[in-house]
């Protein structure tokens, strides 16, 4: 079982490559499917060396998305520990205004969703992620 931590700086010491970007189109959440999967996810990646993460947020919400025309909000950073081990990232929201078409890299579809979708590709990370950016919505937006 994995255990997410939300920090509003980045923890000493803990690996942070990931970013996790919420991102609404409307009123409607946009998850994406990977080729080799049928579970849906939040968008998000690896930070490449040298990036920072909200340059990372950008590219990985296009390159999985499709997004065009968009306003990338910090939410905080997170942690997730799981089997004694322990990293995190960046977790972002998005205000989508366009979507493009899909680039042709690992993702296989983008949909729309009123809420989370039960068939999650990381069911006991996500929820929480999801979690902290609607209540990051209600506080800010």
Known sequence: MSHVSFYSSPPSGIPLPFVV??????SQWILAR????????IPGGHIE????????ARR?????TGAADFTL???CVYTVTA???????????????????LPAFEMA????????????????????????VQQWLQAHL
């Open 21 to 26: 970007i919420c991102a609404r189109l409307g």
């Open 73 to 75: 909000h910090p939410v």
């Open 109 to 132: 579809e983008v949909c729309l969703f009123d809420r989370l979708p039960e068939q999650l590709t990381y069911p006991h990370i996500q929820p929480y992620l999801f979690d902290k």
């Open 83 to 101: 089997e004694k081990s322990t990293d995190g990232g960046y977790l972002f929201f998005a205000d989508v205004k366009a979507l493009a078409a």
């Open 49 to 56: 060396p040298g990036e920072e993460p909200a340059a990372a």
């Open 60 to 64: 990985e919400l296009y390159e999985e």
């Open 34 to 41: 990977h080729k080799q999967r049928a579970t849906y996810e």
